[in-house]
């Protein structure tokens, strides 16, 4: 069977679900593909968190925009999605860390982003089953939680509802030259082709640089007004950037269902869904410092997911150089949710002929075609 | 041990307990879902706002989860009671 | 305390006890864990009558060098040959050259309008609350569902002093009396279900017949029942219904045995698929009492090393299989019972997820990922076993902790000593 569109899109999680909303509801004919269901891959197995980050000037950029686009969507967006503007606290732990506070203060302001810093006893006073006393914290309030698989839902059905048409599930096992052929032999044929498989992208594309990155979390019994903001150690910095080794870094979030979400660890070259003893311990006993109640909470869960993780820490949304007809949007590490609707315009943008309202340079996949082209 | 039906064992003494500020008189042996039971308290209240009660008397079911001295979600059909202990239901 | 025996049962009801006794008797260490204080599992619980048979088998295993763990709920499996346990006084990991699951089995409950209202409970569930002391004389009581449970509790709970108003088993008379005619050739079975015919100070047996509504503000008041076309109200204390079994098979998943159909796969030696692990009882088939005692003592044998007699069991043990399969076709559920479930009946109940909200997903993830069904406290156990009656799906993914456990139990820093503070 052939089908005609404007775009195809290949994967239905949350990045994959804003490129469709996106795209089909500025005119263009849009099929979508995913291999089980929507929201079900690392988009299910995260923590929703919506942050805005500045290790670098692109990933502000690209953060900060999606955070202001989430807060536009945020009142048409139903229940189950439970969008929470909780805010986000970087809790420093001692005078050195309250140095990194007062610089990123000042690297948000410049960018836009209102922050306000806390000191030790505001900080208790704001969480008051932190350890104490901690230096203090930088609040983030713009900063939000949601529920990932329904918030993926949501922008699907968006899309759907401006015609956007679902094959699933159905694995792709051909996506090139304008067209997409699927494991049942249906032939999708489109001038535009968006890659957003997340790390599964791989398969399509070997020679992407995106490398498998996991976390661990937990999930506890409800514990309402126990945690009131999503915190995180400044240490969660050094943990995403590391390129090579495992970590964990303290980052605790509420659901608005009082329950408890507990990371994060990262590990590279594990490929085995497996739940690793070792390093749930270490982030216990890492989020255990800064939070002395959670060894006693009740933890209905633990599960792992796969980030897509690129080796600047910059997701890859652009052209793929060597296929006109090949769009990416992918490797968007542990920011999936927070950049998934700026990814959707950017990707969009493009497709439209639109100007983007950010820099769209940093994140263009020929950034590596050199060091492709050597591999 | 709990013999319902019987007259209570002149040997065991109740064990007393108290249920949301009200004491209860068990046998021992009793579990603390069982005191509950006897207070006329639902165990817990659901997410939207039902009251509910144990289902499957066996640990599985998690309806019997009530706050025992202090620690919340504890599966109350698998826990004895013993004298002296706060009771707390959601 | 000693961390390491040859063998470790999990599961001290009868199976377990059998097994416990077998490897103990065989001269190798062995541990007997149970999440419950004291052993029985369900259908030889603490806290009421006993047959002859149950007291003697517990008496024997107290004899034995078997080591009791009461109130020690297995979480996890942190490492090869390592189970890890909560209890009172913490965490403890326990490793193992050989073990053996006996975990049993748990209701199956449906859902129906009024379902969650208290008082309403599994047929079991009611029996055991009952012997944890909850009082129940005096108190109108209907017992509903399927299977020979139903007069096991009925008759207990008649012991106890309730009056029994009506017993409801949803399989038709016509199917019972050809299990019936089977029960016949094995004594200890009609003992164990109290025997057809049982009528409870006056409790009225029903077939084809269900509860199709519980009703009530705070707490049960009145059941709907309905049998053919004609529906009745009953005014009652109590329900107490459950619709057959299901296995406790998530430690056996979790462990990477393989599972048939749900059910945990064995060889002819109660061994998995998993060299050094075995299990019997209710995971393997939901066959009763006296295959789960056989079974338990080929496993304990097997586990003990001594094959010569654990294979003397297997013709014995084989020549029930066949009550399985009559009991498995004497309880099969009436395709009706799928309607009972209105739009707006909860299925999850940790989660207060609708019927209505769930049909319209297409598998178990999907609806888990997107209503939450399935993702509370239970993990599953009783949604799951509903949603795959329901829907057709099917109900797996299991990961540790297996039952909701504190975040310290999931670190690997265990004391061996659960004296010691963590």
């Known amino acids: 069977m052939s089908e005609g569109w404007d775009v195809v899109i290949v994967g239905a999680g949350i990045v994959g679900a804003a490129c469709a909303a996106e795209c089909s509801s500025h005119g263009l004919r849009t099929a979508i593909v995913e291999a089980s269901g929507v929201g079900s891959g690392a988009t299910a197995a995260g923590m929703g968190h919506i942050v805005v980050m500045d290790d670098s000037p692109a990933q502000m950029a690209l953060t900060h925009y999606s955070q202001d686009l989430w807060y536009g969507l945020s009142p048409s967006l139903t229940p189950s999605v439970e969008y929470d503007r909780c805010g986000t606290l970087w809790v420093a732990a001692d005078d050195e860390e309250m140095d990194e506070v007062q610089r990123k203060h000042h690297v948000y302001a410049q960018a836009g982003v209102p922050t306000e810093i806390l000191d030790s006893r505001s900080l208790a006073e704001a969480e008051p089953h932190l350890r104490q006393p901690l230096a203090g914290a930088l609040l983030v309030s713009s900063d939000a939680v949601l529920y990932p698989p329904c918030a993926a839902g949501y922008l699907l059905q968006q899309a759907q509802h401006f015609g956007a048409h679902l094959h699933a599930p159905r694995k792709v096992v051909t996506a090139a030259a304008g067209k997409v052929v699927l494991d049942n032999g249906t032939e999708l044929h489109a001038p535009h082709i968006v890659i957003a498989s997340g790390a599964d992208a791989v398969q399509l594309l070997p020679e992407l640089p995106i490398r498998k990155r996991k976390g661990h979390l937990i999930i506890t019994d409800r514990y309402p007004g126990m945690v009131r903001h999503q915190l995180v150690e400044l240490g969660y910095l050094k943990s995403a950037h590391s390129v090579t080794t495992d970590s964990v870094a303290f980052n605790v979030q509420p659901r608005r269902t009082g329950q408890i979400l507990i990371g994060s660890s990262r590990q590279f070259d594990s490929e085995d869904p497996a739940v690793h003893h070792g390093i749930l311990s270490s982030m216990i006993e890492r989020a255990r410092w800064y939070l002395p109640s959670i060894p006693s909470l009740s933890a209905i869960r633990v599960w792992t997911g796969f980030r897509a993780a690129t080796p600047d820490k910059l997701p890859l949304i652009g052209p793929w150089p060597g296929d006109e007809t090949l769009f990416l949007a992918t490797g968007h590490e542990g920011l999936g949710i927070t950049t998934s609707l700026a990814t959707g315009r950017l990707v969009a943008d493009h497709l439209l002929g639109r100007k983007p309202e950010i820099p769209f340079e940093p994140y263009l996949p020929v950034r590596f075609s050199r060091s492709l082209a050597h591999a | ?90 | 305390m000693n961390t390491h025996f040859q063998v470790v049962v999990i599961g001290a009801g009868p199976a377990g006890i059998a097994a416990a006794t077998a490897a103990a008797r065989a001269g190798h260490t062995v541990a007997l864990l149970d999440d419950n204080p004291a052993p029985g599992g369900q259908i030889w619980r603490h806290g009421g009558h006993l047959p002859a048979t149950a007291q003697a088998r517990l008496a024997a295993l107290r004899a034995s060098s078997a080591v009791p763990f009461y109130g020690w709920r297995v979480i996890d499996h942190p490492a090869p040959q390592v189970i890890r346990a909560e209890h009172d006084a913490g965490c403890t990991d326990l490793d193992y050259d050989r073990l053996i699951i006996a975990t049993g089995a748990r209701e199956r409950f449906l859902p129906f309008p009024g379902w969650t209202l208290p008082n309403v409970c599994g047929a079991g569930g009611l029996d055991a609350l009952v012997r944890a002391g909850l009082p129940i004389a005096g108190k109108r009581v209907v017992v509903a569902g399927t299977g020979p449970l139903l007069f096991a509790v009925a008759g207990h709970l008649a012991a106890a002093g309730a009056k029994i108003l009506a017993i409801c088993e949803q399989a038709p008379l016509a199917r019972l009396a050809g299990f019936a005619g089977g029960l016949l050739t094995s004594p200890s079975r009609l003992l164990q279900g109290a025997g057809f015919g049982f009528t409870a100070r006056g409790a009225r047996f029903h077939t084809s017949c269900w509860p199709v509504a519980a009703q009530g503000t705070t707490r049960l008041e009145s059941v709907i029942l309905r049998k053919g076309s004609r529906e009745w109200t009953v005014p009652c204390d109590y329900l107490a219904c459950g619709f057959h079994l299901v296995p406790n098979a998530e430690l056996a998943e979790l462990l990477g045995c393989r599972l048939d159909d749900g059910f945990v796969a064995t060889d002819d030696l109660q061994q998995t698929s998993i060299e050094d692990i075995y299990c019997a009882g209710e995971p393997t088939s939901i066959g009763g009492v006296d295959l789960a005692l056989i079974e338990g003592e080929i496993a304990g044998l097997a586990a003990a090393g001594n094959l010569p007699q654990a294979r003397s069991l297997i013709a014995r043990r084989n020549s029930m299989h066949g009550f399985v399969h009559a009991l498995d076709r004497a309880c099969a559920l009436d395709p009706q019972l799928r309607q009972l479930a209105r739009q707006e009946t909860i299925v999850c109940r940790c989660e207060d997820v609708e019927c209505g909200v769930l049909r319209a997903h297409d598998s178990w993830r999907s609806a888990k990922l997107h209503t939450r069904c399935g993702m509370g406290p239970c993990q599953g156990r009783v949604c799951g076993a509903a949603a795959e009656f329901l829907f057709g799906w099917t109900a797996t993914s299991v990961r540790p902790p297996l039952f909701p456990a504190l975040v310290s139990s999931l670190t690997a820093a265990i004391p061996q000593d659960p004296k010691e503070n963590v």
């Not at chain 2, 021992?28 to 006329?40: D, E, H, L």
């Open chain 2, 1 to 90: 041990m709990p013999d319902s039906g019987r007259s209570k064992s002149a040997v065991a003494p109740a064990v007393v307990l108290s249920v949301n500020g009200v004491s209860v008189s068990v046998i021992p042996g009793s579990t603390v879902a069982a005191a509950v039971c006897i207070a006329g308290a639902p165990t817990r209240t659901s997410v939207t706002g039902q009251p509910r009660a144990p289902l499957c008397g066996m640990g599985i079911c998690l309806e019997c989860r009530v706050t025992i001295d202090g620690t919340p979600h504890r599966r109350s059909c698998q826990i004895l009671c013993a004298p002296g202990m706060d009771v707390r239901t959601a």
